[in-house]
């Protein structure tokens, strides 16, 4: 058993908890704001704001660990002299209400960040920060984490893990931060008794029986180990992919990103990281115009062999996690389960 | 090795005009007590003031540092800026990074270059740190040939070094693509120059230029009976972090930055290169 310690917190119990958790912390929640969009952003004011639980957050944790747009370092230029100094540190943040899904695709970008050194400004997030996930009870529409291995609930990772039991959470603590916390302020909690074991794995099951998309993952990871993906299918992709980079924003394993310099004035500015899409036309290409890539054949191509190829044979586990986001966001409607669709369902026919 | 984001410090201590296009500026570190220590083949990311960073090969060899020199053709607006510093100015340096060609087994073998362009750059680096080890060691190398590619006679860089070369022992043979001028020398295309090398089981290869150069240089070595395994290639590609994490120079489950740049023919038949598939 990899958790140290579970307990019970009665639901009136979790405002009175988070108030004592923000006091040592940013607290990071899901809030719908006044257009419907439910999104994580800092509570100032616990009593005055409604944490939503109820929908999936928009975005993922990833603007969090990897923003959109951050600074690497300042630099000057002084008499012919160069000098780069490097950000801020970040500050300690908990964050409340995390899906499976999002928890999962933060401990590949742990991953990702961790070669061939710790990246310096992600880590330092994250060696900042807790999580607190929620697991999922009710999939969402597009969600299909149970085939990527990533939800409804989660066996580690988290600093805690909340089960909604209707007037009660089950809470897991994670090692470290997570067990800590649940000590600190264990007069919130009460041991977990036979029935509230029961109750959670009653729902764990219920929550398995609802998704609603079927999505081949598994499969397609092995026929990618064994064969190359018929050029029609790519081409077929390409054409109705219009180059908006919509799918890699909001994928919270989409980690690829662009480094440029911001120019503040003729002695100052910036070097800034941020965020890029392998499927953009500009991606590979060099000084000079050369560019490795056909983007009217291959503009796909990249992406879904990356997360469904390189990385299941690299890490056993393709970088997807099911949050179903890239099928909204893309008009082209040629999202990660299209091609998936695509790859399986010719296998089928084929003898 | 600076493998993080924030650039070391470095003056521009020299500048050499290598032709109309291209220069070479020689580099050395503010800060001396940073450890610095690279291969041939390796590429620094070079931070220009307000331009950005842009992976370029070391074009010296390892036993000239402190001084680190990068061939610069001007290509874009980092490298079109690079050309109107002066020496005495700064540029941030990170690295090096990625795999360098393979040294340490060309002991007693037969080296033959095929450079194209700015492609002598990173070649060069690997020249004079075998001339440098023919100079202190019996068997460093058997041979060396290079076979230089040139547009036209006004676009050959490197003419001092490569003189310099030749008095050395290296075997120099030139040509351009075309000329206007009293050209003595070849004119074709530098494939045209292969057949008249005797290339034999001892010979390793090592090619750098243009994709399409590369493509029919690497063909009519295979065609020739040079095994795969001899024969080396330094890719080129868009790259922002030199660390393999930011995406950009990803190859077929690869980095180049991390895997490469210098690849051999061997591997590169088991990847998806797009210059080399049409």
Same mark, same amino acid.
């Given at each position: 058993?990899?958790? &140290?310690?579970?307990?019970?917190?009665?639901?009136?119990?979790?405002?009175?908890?988070?108030?004592?958790?923000?006091?040592?912390?940013? &607290?990071?929640?899901?809030?719908?704001?006044?257009?419907?969009? #439910?999104?994580?952003?800092? !509570?100032?004011?616990?009593?005055?704001?409604?944490?939503?639980?109820?929908?999936?957050?928009?975005?993922?944790?990833?603007?969090?660990?990897?923003?959109?747009?951050?600074?690497?370092?300042?630099? #000057?230029?002084?008499?012919?002299?160069?000098?780069?100094?490097?950000?801020?540190?970040?500050?300690?943040?908990?964050?409340?209400?995390?899906?499976?899904?999002?928890?999962?695709?933060?401990?590949?970008?742990?991953?990702?960040?961790?070669?061939?050194?710790?990246?310096?400004?992600?880590?330092?997030?994250?060696?900042?920060?807790?999580? !607190? #996930?929620?697991?999922?009870?009710?999939?969402?529409?597009?969600?299909?984490?149970?085939?990527?291995?990533?939800?409804?609930?989660?066996?580690?990772?988290?600093?805690?893990?909340?089960?909604?039991?209707?007037?009660?959470?089950?809470?897991?603590?994670?090692?470290?931060?997570?067990?800590?916390?649940?000590?600190?302020?264990?007069?919130?909690?009460?041991?977990?008794?036979?029935?509230?074991?029961?109750?959670?794995?009653?729902?764990?099951?219920?929550?398995?029986?609802?998704?609603?998309?079927?999505?081949?993952?598994?499969?397609?990871?092995?026929?990618?180990?064994?064969?190359?993906?018929?050029?029609?299918?790519?081409?077929? &992709?390409?054409?109705?992919?219009?180059?908006?980079?919509?799918?890699?924003?909001?994928?919270?394993?989409?980690?690829?990103?662009?480094?440029?310099?911001?120019?503040?004035?003729?002695? /100052?500015?910036?070097?800034?990281?941020?965020?890029?899409?392998?499927?953009?036309?500009?991606?590979?290409?060099?000084?000079?115009?050369?560019?490795?890539?056909?983007?009217?054949? /291959?503009?796909?191509?990249?992406?879904?062999?990356?997360?469904?190829?390189?990385?299941?044979?690299?890490?056993?586990?393709?970088?997807?996690?099911?949050?179903?986001?890239?099928?909204?966001?893309?008009?082209?409607?040629?999202?990660?389960?299209?091609?998936?669709? &695509?790859?399986?369902?010719?296998?089928?026919?084929?003898p | 090795m600076n493998k993080t984001f924030i650039p070391s410090q470095a003056n521009i201590c020299e500048i050499i005009h290598e032709n109309e296009q291209i220069a070479t500026f020689r580099l050395e570190l503010i800060n001396k007590s940073i450890p610095f220590a690279f291969l041939p083949g390796q590429f620094l990311m070079l931070s220009i003031p307000h331009c950005g960073e842009a992976a370029i090969s070391i074009s010296s060899s390892p036993t000239a540092l402190p001084l680190i020199d990068l061939s610069i053709r001007k290509a874009g607006k980092l490298t079109n800026a690079i050309h109107t510093?002066?020496?005495?100015?700064?540029?941030?340096?990170?690295?090096?990074?990625?795999?360098?060609?393979?040294?340490?087994?060309?002991?007693?073998?037969?080296?033959?270059?095929?450079?194209?362009?700015?492609?002598?750059?990173?070649?060069?680096?690997?020249?004079?740190?075998?001339?440098?080890?023919?100079?202190?060691?019996?068997?460093?190398?058997?041979?060396?040939?290079?076979?230089?590619?040139?547009?036209?006679?006004?676009?050959?860089?490197?003419?001092?070094?490569?003189?310099?070369?030749?008095?050395?022992?290296?075997?120099?043979?030139?040509?351009?693509?075309?000329?206007?001028?009293?050209?003595?020398?070849?004119?074709?295309? %530098?494939?045209?120059?292969?057949?008249?090398?005797?290339?034999?089981?001892?010979?390793?290869?090592?090619?750098?230029?243009?994709?399409?150069?590369?493509?029919?240089?690497?063909?009519?070595?295979?065609?020739?009976?040079?095994?795969?395994?001899?024969?080396?290639?330094?890719?080129?590609?868009?790259?922002?972090?030199?660390?393999?994490?930011?995406? +950009?120079? +990803?190859?077929?489950?690869?980095? %180049?930055? %991390?895997?490469?740049?210098?690849?051999?023919?061997?591997?590169?038949?088991?990847?998806? %290169?797009?210059?080399?598939?049409?």
């Open positions: 058993m990899i958790d &140290l310690k579970e307990m019970i917190l009665s639901k009136d119990n979790l405002i009175p908890l988070l108030r004592k958790l923000k006091k040592d912390a940013r &607290l990071i929640a899901p809030v719908q704001n006044k257009y419907g969009d #439910t999104l994580f952003r800092e !509570i100032d004011d616990i009593d005055g704001t409604e944490i939503d639980l109820h929908n999936q957050p928009q975005a993922s944790l990833k603007p969090f660990f990897l923003p959109q747009q951050e600074t690497l370092a300042d630099y #000057t230029i002084t008499n012919g002299e160069y000098s780069f100094t490097p950000p801020a540190k970040a500050e300690d943040t908990i964050f409340f209400g995390v899906r499976s899904c999002d928890l999962t695709a933060l401990l590949y970008m742990d991953l990702i960040f961790s070669k061939p050194s710790k990246d310096p400004t992600y880590y330092d997030r994250r060696n900042h920060s807790l999580i !607190i #996930t929620l697991g999922c009870n009710q999939p969402f529409p597009n969600c299909f984490c149970e085939a990527t291995g990533s939800g409804p609930y989660l066996e580690y990772g988290y600093g805690l893990q909340f089960i909604d039991l209707g007037d009660r959470y089950f809470v897991s603590a994670g090692r470290g931060k997570g067990a800590d916390l649940l000590k600190k302020w264990a007069y919130f909690f009460r041991e977990v008794n036979e029935e509230d074991q029961q109750k959670r794995y009653q729902l764990f099951l219920e929550a398995r029986g609802q998704f609603t998309r079927n999505i081949q993952v598994a499969h397609a990871c092995r026929k990618l180990e064994k064969e190359t993906v018929p050029e029609e299918i790519w081409e077929k &992709l390409s054409r109705r992919c219009y180059d908006c980079g919509g799918c890699a924003y909001v994928c919270p394993t989409c980690t690829c990103f662009s480094i440029d310099d911001m120019i503040l004035d003729a002695k /100052h500015g910036l070097r800034i990281r941020t965020w890029d899409a392998c499927t953009s036309s500009g991606f590979t290409r060099m000084a000079g115009g050369h560019n490795p890539t056909d983007r009217s054949r /291959h503009a796909l191509k990249r992406r879904f062999l990356h997360k469904l190829k390189y990385d299941f044979e690299r890490h056993g586990k393709a970088s997807c996690t099911g949050c179903g986001r890239c099928i909204d966001i893309c008009f082209g409607g040629v999202d990660i389960t299209t091609f998936i669709d &695509l790859l399986t369902t010719q296998t089928q026919k084929k | 510093m002066k020496a005495g100015n700064q540029v941030g340096i990170r690295g090096p990074f990625g795999k360098p060609f393979p040294t340490e087994t060309f002991a007693n073998r037969d080296l033959l270059f095929v450079a194209g362009g700015i492609g002598l750059a990173p070649l060069k680096s690997v020249i004079d740190y075998s001339l440098f080890h023919s100079s202190v060691e019996k068997d460093a190398v058997q041979s060396m040939t290079l076979l230089y590619g040139s547009r036209t006679p006004l676009d050959i860089a490197f003419q001092s070094t490569v003189n310099n070369w030749q008095k050395q022992g290296v075997d120099c043979r030139l040509t351009v693509d075309k000329t206007e001028t009293d050209w003595q020398g070849n004119v074709g295309l %530098v494939t045209d120059l292969l057949p008249d090398y005797k290339l034999t089981d001892n010979t390793t290869a090592l090619v750098c230029g243009p994709p399409v150069m590369i493509k029919f240089v690497i063909a009519q070595l295979s065609a020739m009976g040079c095994s795969d395994e001899a024969i080396f290639t330094t890719l080129e590609r868009h790259m922002k972090c030199g660390m393999g994490t930011c995406g +950009h120079c +990803h190859l077929d489950g690869k980095m %180049v930055c %991390v895997d490469g740049p210098v690849f051999s023919l061997s591997q590169l038949k088991t990847m998806d %290169v797009m210059e080399f598939s049409q």
